[in-house]
């Protein structure tokens, strides 16, 4: 658990982009682009499909390929009542997952160690509590394929800010081609592969990582400023290794490809292959090594992602950077804006 | 024999026909399978042949027009196999038969042979596209009908989803052009399969080609990449020298 201190004021809500890009009316690389300059301690403003102005030559541009999972799945309790399973963390047919309403506002539903769950005609049994995170329930799932099981009868997790339910699709990237996360790795959504093959023509490289994310909430404002901690599974292949080490300047495209490629770092920064499970939080007493700049959506300066960028902005010139995407009217969350911290 | 060792292809209409050829000659080859049909008992028939040659199989029962049924084929294929080097686009209908004329038929039957045969392989193609251009190596190949660039009385609904099949394939070859993912369509030519008994049940069945005569020119697309984006199977075969 680590304890944030945030003097940031909240959130106009307002701000919070209810849906995607182009059921806004623009192309989803159309979304604004804030660009923190650390060295000349400078904010400004662009457009995402400028990327390439302030890219350059033998930079390294780092995705995550993982595709997100319909990972709300629809669980009927022996009492008759439907709830809403959320895997966080998958392994060998047991789930930790949330349990919570099958629809808005999807609040907390506790379950009974040793009662049993049906998943369409599969059978779940609920453990118990997982000790270290209370909210999560240890679960065993009674399938050969427990991912043809949330592929079933799943449906995407949905925030309170998205009125409406979206299709799956709208939660994937371009480049989307590893199935496993929970909720969408959404920094890169912007991303159209018009973009992406400029950029390699510009020189720019273009290299995957697999970080299948777990939940961002579990759905309790309390809990969830406690920031808990849970592992989840990344994988770095030796061609993006290699290319890592080569590069000029990595830039990660969100938080998640931080966490991978940090927890495949030596403490000199350099980057070995590996597929594991990962809890490593990086923040200002664990900075990144092998990760040069940031791209990200922006998120909460409450979300747990506010400390990770810490540890690449000084906290004033990242101050004044969030104050001015509120006040030039910013959209925040999966849908929204982005920033790029170079 | 092994033109298509260390390849995954997902294959759509797998359970008969030109589709069930396709996977019996992909998985003599060598490659791994995902094939899909919307028929679960056919289907499991041809993964358990295509398993007898000793090919590693996925059998989905999905059915291509269903946005739900699409995302499990492709997450299941992706989790399963890591990738995919080669689609074939091969599912599709005719829609109600006999054949109706423009005239006679059913405005939902006509979106229906739009959705199979046209949404689905764009869908499809889009889906499992980005993996390939990550990786810079794949190839789509959509089965088309002479349907597509001839007129035929009858043959409306279904002429129509090709030659706009035809047109998709144009244009994401030439998007994808130096990206080292290859978009090509096939035209088969007549083969005695059940879609074309039920389309010209008069058709003397002995001067058709059988789909196993066919599928080679999809093993040498698959293995070799495309020499352009429209091919009619028999002279992509006899160009080869086949």
């Known amino acids: 658990?680590?304890?944030?201190?945030?003097?940031?004021?909240?959130?106009?809500?307002?701000?919070?982009?209810?849906?995607p890009a182009e059921r806004r009316g623009i192309r989803r690389d159309h979304v604004r682009l804030l660009v923190i300059d650390r060295e000349t301690e400078t904010v400004h403003h662009s457009s995402f499909d400028r990327l390439g102005d302030v890219l350059r030559p033998g930079d390294l541009l780092v995705v995550n390929s993982s595709r997100v999972l319909p990972a709300g799945v629809r669980a009927v309790r022996a009492s008759g009542q439907v709830i809403q399973?959320?895997?966080?963390?998958?392994?060998?047919?047991?789930?930790?997952?949330?349990?919570?309403?099958?629809?808005?506002?999807?609040?907390?539903?506790?379950?009974?160690?040793?009662?049993?769950?049906?998943?369409?005609?599969?059978?779940?049994?609920?453990?118990?509590?997982?000790?270290?995170?209370?909210?999560?329930?240890?679960?065993?799932?009674?399938?050969?394929?427990?991912?043809?099981?949330?592929?079933?009868?799943?449906e995407p997790i949905r925030y309170s800010y998205v009125p409406e339910p979206l299709p799956l699709d709208a939660y994937q990237t371009v480049y989307a081609s590893k199935p496993g996360s929970a909720e969408a790795p959404s920094a890169g959504r912007p991303f159209t592969w018009e973009l992406l093959s400029a950029l390699r023509r510009q020189g720019v490289g273009l290299a995957e990582v697999v970080l299948h994310t777990g939940l961002s909430s579990f759905q309790d404002d309390d809990f969830d400023e406690e920031h808990h901690l849970f592992e989840e599974w990344f994988e770095v292949g030796p061609e993006t290794a290699r290319a890592v080490n080569d590069a000029?300047?990595?830039?990660?495209?969100?938080?998640?490809?931080?966490?991978?490629?940090?927890?495949?770092?030596?403490?000199?920064?350099?980057?070995?292959?590996?597929?594991?499970?990962?809890?490593?939080?990086?923040?200002?007493?664990?900075?990144?090594?092998?990760?040069?700049?940031?791209?990200?959506?922006?998120?909460?300066?409450?979300?747990?992602?506010?400390?990770?960028?810490?540890?690449?902005?000084?906290?004033?010139?990242?101050?004044?950077?969030?104050?001015?995407?509120?006040?030039?009217?910013?959209?925040?969350?999966?849908?929204?804006d982005s920033a790029l911290i170079i | 024999m092994n033109q298509l060792q260390g390849k995954v292809a997902l294959i759509t209409g797998a359970s008969k026909g030109l589709g069930q050829a396709i996977a019996l000659a992909f998985a003599r080859e060598g490659a791994a399978l995902a094939l899909c049909a919307r028929g679960e008992l056919a289907l499991h028939t041809v993964a358990t042949e295509c398993r007898l040659l000793g090919a590693e199989v996925l059998a989905v029962p999905a059915d291509v027009a269903n946005p739900a049924d699409r995302e499990?084929?492709?997450?299941?294929?992706?989790a399963r196999f890591g990738g995919v080097d080669v689609l074939v686009n091969n599912a599709s209908t005719l829609g109600p038969t006999p054949l109706p004329l423009l005239t006679d038929t059913d405005p939902e039957a006509f979106e229906d042979v739009i959705r199979v045969n046209l949404v689905a392989p764009f869908l499809l193609s889009r889906s499992v596209v980005g993996g390939m251009l990550l990786r810079g190596s794949g190839i789509v190949i959509n089965v088309s009908s002479d349907a597509a660039v001839n007129g035929y009385p009858g043959w409306g609904a279904y002429s129509a989803a090709k030659a706009g099949l035809d047109g998709l394939t144009r244009v994401w070859a030439a998007e994808l052009a130096g990206s080292g993912v290859t978009v090509a369509s096939v035209d088969p030519g007549d083969m005695d399969t059940e879609m074309h008994r039920a389309a010209l049940p008069d058709d003397d069945p002995a001067a058709l080609a059988r789909p196993e005569q066919v599928a080679p020119a999809f093993v040498l697309l698959a293995a070799g990449g495309a020499p352009g984006s429209r091919l009619e199977a028999r002279e992509f075969m006899e160009k080869v020298g086949r």
Do not use: K
């Open chain 1, 1 to 19: 658990m680590i304890a944030v201190e945030t003097e940031f004021p909240l959130l106009p809500a307002g701000l919070r982009a209810p849906r």
């Open chain 2, 72 to 78: 499990r084929l492709v997450s299941l294929t992706l």
């Open chain 1, 85 to 154: 399973l959320r895997p966080c963390v998958r392994r060998d047919g047991s789930w930790d997952a949330l349990s919570v309403q099958a629809g808005p506002p999807f609040e907390n539903i506790p379950l009974a160690g040793g009662e049993t769950l049906r998943i369409g005609e599969t059978a779940v049994l609920v453990v118990g509590r997982r000790p270290d995170i209370p909210l999560l329930w240890r679960l065993r799932v009674e399938s050969a394929c427990d991912l043809d099981l949330i592929l079933r009868h799943g």
């Open chain 1, 248 to 336: 000029g300047r990595v830039v990660a495209v969100g938080t998640t490809v931080v966490r991978a490629l940090e927890s495949a770092a030596t403490w000199e920064g350099r980057v070995l292959p590996a597929q594991s499970w990962t809890r490593l939080a990086i923040g200002r007493e664990r900075p990144p090594r092998a990760v040069g700049a940031l791209l990200t959506g922006l998120h909460e300066p409450q979300a747990s992602h506010f400390d990770l960028l810490r540890a690449f902005v000084r906290e004033p010139l990242l101050r004044r950077a969030y104050a001015e995407a509120v006040e030039q009217g910013y959209l925040w969350h999966e849908f929204g």
